[in-house]
């Protein structure tokens, strides 16, 4: 492990946590100014065999995936491939019935395409076969009124994205990943990961809650996108729908659902899917490697970025029931996405996993953990290490 001097309160709060049971195994990694400044990793990355976690231990990510999908998307965009104001139906064109010829990709970056929940059961047997999903969606009619309001599309978000970018590409985010990003940086990180990968990934603890179909979509909402209070931030609302398996929430989170199979997102299956939502298998160290090449420019130019991050929506989400903000698929400072600082964006996901790039400050931020967050505190966790690389700036 590694931790530059002037980081030490980081070292500090990594080590009790992990010393204190909140952890079961962790990584951290800090990136200032380009230089890799913290790099931390500790516990065990399966408690049924007593593997320890290893330099090299990827985790499953969740919805940290959003943000290396946006950035993918970009790309195209900058090459002139992807139009972001243009309508989706002009690469999709199937896409375009149920009154969605006016739906644009920005919509579907900004999570207000009126689309989060996919309506008809995804068999498990489709759950790799990620055009077949899209064509659920596209067969479906908005919820709502397109841009007119904004609700977290948990897993709908990336079979949609996802999408458009086979439509230009021809390939899958995973592919392009793998070509575009962390092939040419040398970062360990896989949206859909190998079989070798899949073998020494950290295997996922649930929560000390138990995690029904409700409490997942209780989870998601207060922990997973990094509430920095659960307790009071629990609304009535939220709660009622928590409880409600055909609530908007439960129906968002739950559909293709990983629950369906052994071990949940420890399976294979899921592990090798490379959902473009929710898919990733990464390092701290590769998470906070993506962020460190995002701001210095290397995955989008400098303008393209800024812009990428300049909020579009702010305000009540009609999934989550609780004010949350987004760019161009990168989360931005809210109730759900509490940062130390304005500038800050990336994302969040379920069970506390956090990516974050803070242009202002040179910082690339990555952390990944196995013991999921639980709806009462777990989600400080990750938090509390963020706190402690800005105080100690």
């Given at each position: 492990?590694?931790?530059?001097?002037?980081?030490?309160?980081?070292?500090?709060?990594?080590e009790?946590?992990?010393?204190?049971?909140?952890?079961?195994?962790?990584?951290?990694?800090?990136?200032?100014?380009?230089?890799?400044?913290?790099?931390?990793?500790?516990?065990?990355?399966?408690?049924?065999?007593?593997?320890p976690?290893?330099?090299?231990?990827?985790?499953?990510?969740?919805?940290?995936?959003?943000?290396?999908t946006a950035?993918?998307?970009?790309?195209?965009?900058?090459?002139?491939?992807?139009?972001?104001?243009?309508?989706?139906?002009?690469?999709?064109?199937?896409?375009?019935?149920?009154?969605?010829?006016?739906?644009?990709?920005?919509?579907?970056?900004?999570?207000?395409?009126?689309l989060?929940?996919?309506?008809e059961?995804?068999?498990?047997?489709?759950?790799?076969?990620?055009?077949?999903?899209?064509?659920?969606?596209?067969?479906?009619?908005?919820?709502?009124?397109?841009?007119?309001?904004?609700?977290?599309?948990?897993?709908?978000?990336?079979?949609?994205?996802?999408?458009?970018?086979?439509?230009?590409?021809?390939?899958?985010?995973?592919?392009?990943v793998?070509?575009?990003?962390?092939?040419?940086?040398?970062?360990?990180l896989?949206?859909?990961?190998?079989?070798?990968?899949?073998?020494?990934?950290?295997?996922?603890?649930?929560?000390?809650?138990?995690?029904?179909?409700?409490?997942?979509?209780?989870?998601?909402?207060?922990?997973?996108?990094?509430?920095?209070?659960p307790?009071?931030?629990?609304?009535?609302?939220?709660?009622?729908?928590?409880?409600?398996?055909h609530?908007?929430?439960?129906r968002?989170?739950?559909?293709?659902?990983?629950?369906?199979?052994?071990?949940?997102?420890?399976h294979?299956?899921?592990?090798?899917?490379?959902?473009?939502?929710?898919?990733?298998?990464?390092?701290?160290?590769?998470?906070?490697g993506?962020?460190?090449?995002?701001?210095?420019?290397?995955?989008?130019?400098?303008?393209?970025?800024?812009d990428?991050?300049?909020?579009?929506?702010?305000?009540?989400?009609?999934?989550?029931?609780?004010?949350?903000?987004?760019?161009?698929?990168?989360?931005?400072?809210?109730?759900?996405?509490?940062?130390?600082?304005?500038?800050?964006f990336?994302?969040?996901?379920?069970?506390?996993?956090?990516?974050?790039?803070?242009?202002?400050?040179?910082?690339?931020?990555?952390?990944?953990?196995?013991?999921?967050?639980?709806?009462?505190?777990?989600?400080?966790?990750?938090?509390?290490?963020?706190?402690?690389?800005?105080?100690?700036?």
């Open positions: 492990m590694y931790c530059d001097p002037r980081f030490s309160r980081v070292r500090e709060v990594f009790r946590q992990l010393a204190d049971g909140a952890e079961l195994g962790a990584a951290f990694a800090v990136h200032l100014d380009g230089e890799l400044v913290v790099d931390l990793w500790g516990g065990v990355a399966d408690r049924h065999t007593g593997r976690w290893e330099q090299d231990t990827p985790a499953f990510a969740y919805s940290c995936t959003k943000a290396i950035t993918v998307l970009l790309q195209l965009a900058e090459r002139g491939l992807v139009d972001v104001p243009g309508a989706v139906a002009d690469v999709w064109p199937e896409f375009a019935a149920r009154g969605k010829g006016a739906i644009t990709v920005e919509h579907l970056l900004t999570h207000q395409s009126g989060p929940v996919v309506e059961p995804v068999p498990v047997e489709e759950f790799g076969d990620l055009a077949a999903i899209a064509a659920r969606l596209a067969g479906q009619a908005p919820l709502w009124e397109p841009g007119a309001a904004h609700g977290y599309h948990a897993l709908s978000y990336g079979f949609l994205v996802g999408e458009v970018i086979r439509r230009v590409t021809g390939k899958s985010v995973g592919e392009l793998s070509a575009e990003i962390a092939g040419p940086l040398g970062l360990e896989w949206v859909g990961a190998p079989d070798p990968v899949i073998a020494r990934t950290a295997r996922l603890k649930a929560g000390e809650r138990s995690r029904t179909a409700a409490t997942e979509g209780q989870a998601e909402a207060e922990t997973a996108e990094g509430a920095l209070d307790g009071s931030l629990m609304t009535a609302e939220m709660a009622k729908a928590a409880l409600d398996p609530s908007l929430m439960n968002a989170l739950g559909n293709p659902g990983m629950h369906r199979l052994k071990g949940g997102a420890n294979p299956v899921i592990l090798r899917a490379g959902w473009p939502a929710a898919g990733v298998v990464t390092t701290a160290r590769g998470l906070a993506f962020y460190r090449s995002l701001i210095a420019g290397d995955l989008l130019r400098p303008e393209t970025l800024q990428a991050v300049r909020p579009r929506v702010h305000g009540p989400d009609r999934v989550l029931f609780l004010d949350t903000s987004f760019g161009l698929g990168y989360m931005r400072p809210s109730m759900t996405f509490p940062m130390p600082s304005e500038t800050a990336g994302h969040s996901g379920l069970g506390g996993s956090l990516g974050i790039g803070d242009p202002e400050r040179g910082l690339g931020i990555g952390y990944v953990m196995n013991k999921m967050a639980n709806a009462v505190s777990g989600n400080l966790r990750g938090l509390r290490l963020v706190q402690a690389v800005y105080d100690s700036l």
